[in-house]
């Protein structure tokens, strides 16, 4: 069996470039299969696959939000955290113009313009993550460490 070309991305280049050790772990992708999917392809639990969610607050400023798969975001915890009136996901055009990467693709390394970054602060305490390697299909198993170390996330408590 003909093994699959593993694109190179700006988050793999980032990584390397920073040290990160990793492991990527491609899967077969599907159209809004989510965390889901990949958790289920890859033999995982749900909760080790971390979202890269592209929200914005009221006043447009967008940020990236780092979620366990298996959690959703609390808007208005994160709202009311940030001392903003409302966060709310990004229209996945702006959001791809934001990071340079397709939705479900999104990684939080090698993004286009540097953006805040809030990671659930349960996250941290995890044995290892993935995340996505900014490819569909394609995630990235890291230690919650080497994410803190490189992005330097504010922790929030907001999930649901």
């Known amino acids: 069996m003909p093994r699959e070309r593993i694109p190179v991305t700006p988050a793999i280049l980032a990584m390397k470039r920073e040290g990160v050790v990793f492991t ?5 992708y599907e159209e809004h299969g989510g965390t889901r999917v990949s958790a289920r392809e890859l033999g995982v639990d749900e909760h ?12 447009g400023n967008p940020m ?13 915890a994160l709202a009311r955290t940030l001392g903003v009136k409302t ?13 340079g990467y397709r939705v479900g693709g999104t990684s939080p390394f090698g993004t286009r ?3 805040r ?7 941290a305490a995890l044995p290892r993550i993935l995340i996505n390697a900014g490819s569909r299909g394609l995630l990235a198993e890291i230690a919650p460490a080497e994410l ?8 929030v408590k907001v999930a649901i």
Request: proline share 7%; charged share 30%.
């Open 24 to 28: 990527l772990c491609p899967y077969s």
């Open 48 to 59: 080790l696959v971390i979202k890269t969610l592209v929200m914005e607050d009221d006043r």
């Open 64 to 76: 990236i939000v780092l979620m366990n798969g298996d959690r959703q975001v609390s808007t208005k």
């Open 87 to 99: 966060v709310t996901p990004c229209d996945p055009r702006v959001a791809e113009r934001h990071t």
């Open 113 to 115: 313009k540097s953006l």
């Open 117 to 123: 970054i809030f990671m659930e602060e349960a996250i």
């Open 148 to 155: 803190i170390r490189v992005l330097k996330p504010v922790t």
